[in-house]
């Protein structure tokens, strides 16, 4: 079973502090993903990397910074926390070239920046 | 660009069939999902069609896509307590992209 794991599942920071989201996925998939999930506006993309040292702009950046130094790991940055980007976040992983391209869950981590 | 919408909420009784409709605007659309999110928890695949395909089922789960119309529906028979969850219509293949496009997610609500 492909296993996607966040590394809180509840945070809470203070405006302008710099905030570290990890994700780890043991599948070996190339693609990761980072969503901020709000209610009554269903997933909206942040960042997604398609290969180590690779990252491309969603449809939300502004605010927030990538990193994928390793192909397990996907790091969702906010450098400067604001109580507009309290949400949840949830990343995912998918693989390249099999055909459909479904995306595999972490639980989520629930952020409130106060 | 590609557009999903779904239905905010949807509320039936125990034992009844759920119904939970989606439109797609991109006709271009190589696959189609239903993803699961209970309370607290990631999203979930539970069952996805190609594009190719008009029907699909899975046990309680029906999944029939209209490709004329771009419809698709997820049929729920017997739906107990433990479906209530918020259920994600999503598409993706569209110019190629491997992003699947998600639509904001119906919340079904199952009471006795």
């Known amino acids: 079973d492909v296993k996607v794991t966040q590394s809180s599942r509840y945070l809470v920071k203070r405006t302008g502090e710099k905030v570290f989201l990890e994700c780890v996925q043991d599948m070996d998939h190339e693609n990761m993903f980072w969503y901020r999930q709000d209610p009554g506006l269903g997933l909206r993309l942040i960042y997604f990397s398609y290969d180590v040292k690779m990252k491309e702009k969603g449809d939300i950046p502004e605010g927030y910074s990538v990193s994928r130094e390793k192909k397990e790991r996907f790091s969702l940055i906010l450098e400067s926390a604001s109580t507009n980007q309290t949400s949840m976040y949830l990343c995912?992983?998918?693989?390249?070239?099999?055909?459909?391209?479904?995306?595999?869950f972490g639980p989520g981590t629930r952020l409130t920046v106060l | 660009g590609e557009d999903v919408e779904q239905s905010l909420f949807l509320s039936v009784r125990e034992g009844d069939s759920s119904v939970i409709n989606c439109t797609y605007t991109?006709?271009?659309?190589?696959?189609l999902y239903w993803y699961k999110q209970e309370p607290g928890a990631g999203l979930q695949l539970l069952t996805y069609i190609f594009s190719n395909m008009d029907m699909k089922q899975d046990q309680r789960l029906t999944v029939l896509l209209n490709k004329k119309d771009k419809h698709l529906s997820l049929r729920i028979a017997d739906t107990q307590t433990g479906d209530s969850a918020i259920y994600f219509c999503a598409e993706s293949g569209t110019g190629g992209s491997y992003i699947p496009t998600f639509g904001r997610g119906t919340s079904l609500i199952v009471h006795p």
């Open positions: 991109d006709s271009s659309s190589t696959y």
């Open positions: 995912a992983s998918s693989t390249a070239g099999t055909g459909t391209d479904t995306q595999y």
